[in-house]
């Protein structure tokens, strides 16, 4: 949005370029009493005065996504900083929209974006903040915390997380002592020093980045910046929090969280959503009867699609064998029969695996948040070579939902597998890239175990999924995370914890 040096291939409008010179041209400070409250008190007038952190030293950056939902909730979260500030002063200060500065895919990732926020705010700026749209930010503490560090020096400021064993997410990294690393907890901001950020602009340029696969952002960022103790560590930061909003704990944070997931309206009914179980015969006997002692009963229209026909179960044998790995082809005939008339007209289709734990209520209530008659195509999102202009995928573990003009539009285009066996999430992916359709985030949905992620990070979600039932109790997983209070729990549950996985 307001670069005037753009990588190629992006656009800039002509209106960014007045609008940054105009924003360069005043000098305010800044701060608020409360995220939502527009008026301030004197006092808080002069204790942002008396700090003297000018208002143009600070970008906000929203983690915003395309999705017309994510947007509107984005837009929201900027309409609530700039009430604050207004408070305090007539002249705004800058927030930017994610999505919104360029149409490079990878923006996403943050490392691409940081030559372009170098060569915009680094000489103008003290400090990038970036926040998720659910975070709420009181400015008068955030304001409080960032003048006890010295602006001119390499700051990377975060809530810390800790992983407590080494994980597959982040490749079996620090695996002796996995818990000392610290990587942020992006709900609750963070913040990064304009000198660091020039730095590390200057180092994205000059190396091109190693990894391929971008899975973990938060933990991948941290990575990168500490850069094998070249650079620094995350200093915690015990003001940028996950509290809710309306806890007594919440006085003292800079942010917080909204305390309760989203919903838009009532959730989706069960006809809406039709399910679809990929499995094959070696996992008949162990996967699924899982799925039935958990969340099968919460479907009214679901199939399982195996490479071998089991009427006990019942499944379905789509034509396309059974593959190690991969699983392109029997993903895209789900796509063609979900659009036949074999199966009911919905308006959402869930892909999931045979070891995928799912909450379907939790999630007919985060769907009530998007318009089927939209190309939606919702899970946890991976990416593949985003800083070399490469695209996002909905990794197939945590489930894929698509809305139905998703699918329509998916195999209107032509799109196929270029083998039975090549990965279906990342082909998937290449599509909705192609077709120029987003693929939205939710950290709700979860590619690997629960015990694969920090207690800290769980601590403020109510998970709609996790994947995986190695060496664990599915059934005793199902029950801790995804079960609804209100719900009646299953008998003893089944222990499949030591059996091979796809």
Known sequence: MLWNKRRGGSRVTAGCLIFFFFFSAFHVTFAAASSGTVSQSQDDKHDVHNNQLDLRE?????????????????????????????????????????????????DWSILPLLPDLSYSFGRNSSWIVFLEEETNVNMTNLVQVLVKFDKNKEWFLGKPLRDQESTIIHHYAFAENPSVFKYPDFAAAWALSISLVNRLAKKVKDEPLKSDFTIDLKHEVALYIWDNGKGPPLTAVPELCTEPADSPQARHCATTLISEPPLCGEPVHKEDIFVAVKTCKKFHSERVPVIKETWEKDALFLEYYSDHDDPSIPTINLG???????????????????????????????????????????????????????????????????????????????GMVFSREAVVQLLNSGCKCYSNDAPDDMVLGMCLNALGLPVTHSPLFHQARPEDYPRDFLAHQVPISFHKHWNIDPVAVFNKWLRDESRPKPSAGLNKSTKTEL
Do not use: M
């Open 320 to 398: 396309v064998p059974n593959t190690e790995r991969g699983h392109c082809g029997k993903t895209f005939a789900i796509l063609q029969r979900f659009l036949s008339s074999s199966v009911p007209n919905t308006k959402w289709l869930l892909i999931v695996d045979d070891d995928t734990l799912i909450s379907l209520h939790r999630l007919r209530a985060l769907l009530s948040c998007y318009d089927p008659s939209d190309p939606v195509c919702l899970g946890e999102r991976y990416g593949y070579g985003l800083s070399q202009g490469g695209y996002s995928y909905i990794t197939g573990g945590g």
């Open 58 to 106: 600070i970008v906000f950056i929203i983690q915003s996504q395309r999705n017309v939902f994510h947007v509107r909730q984005a837009e929201r979260r900027r309409t609530d900083l700039l009430k604050q500030a207004h408070g305090l002063t007539e002249k705004p200060p800058v927030v930017l929209l994610l999505h919104s500065l360029s149409e490079n895919e990878g």
